[in-house]
């Protein structure tokens, strides 16, 4: 069986080689772990192999295992839908949020912030490829949404969080990550704190890397399969 030691190393040489190959430069393109229904031990044994970065989908889970990692000081990304009445907690604990795609939710978190907190910096979560079934902020909608973000005080903005549709066809793969990509641009050239564009995951890390992801999002090819709640 490989330890979380041997795949971390397999998964950041994967990465390596994909930003290689796509003419970007080394280190441009980060891990995040995503430890959701993962115990807090098995999170501990990747910060011993040099992961410092962890996406939780399920609040109560993540406020037990970041208290019990607070040693570590680690940098936790909240990646999951959110509901109005979980945004205190998000806003106080965590230090990305990924997923926000309502300015209702926007506001909330800025003003439950603690003051004497960085700013929680925040991704938008896109319907790249306008999926009725789908969270996510709608492409022609994102620049408006991005400018209401950059409005509120205890929020930073640092780019776009993608999850395009699930797909066989390397080449529909490839046109959501370009419009991911595209968009991502666009938003750099208005705001200056944009450097992050959260796309790729296990399945598609390389083609995500090729066209543009700063960030990929992997838990399966880290941890292994889960055989609890997805």
Known sequence: MLTIKKRHLDIT?????????ANRPAGSVQLLAVSKTWPAALLREATQAGQHCFGENYLQEALIKIEELADLNLEWHFIGPIQSNKTKDIATSFDW????????IAQRLSNQRPSDSPSLNIC??????DEHSKSGVAIIDVLAFAEQIDKLEYLSLRGLMVLPSK???A???????????????????IYPSVDTLSMGMSDDMESAIAEGSTMVRIGT???GKRTTRS
Do not use: Y
């Open 97 to 104: 949020v990924q997923s926000l795609d309502r300015l209702k």
């Open 167 to 169: 797909t066989d066809d």
């Open 13 to 21: 040489n994967s990465i390596e080689l994909s930003t290689k190959s």
């Open 171 to 189: 080449g529909l793969q490839r046109i959501a990550f370009q419009k991911s990509h595209q968009l991502f641009e666009q938003l750099k050239l």
């Open 124 to 129: 938008i979560q896109v319907n790249i490829d």
């Open 221 to 223: 090819a880290l941890f």
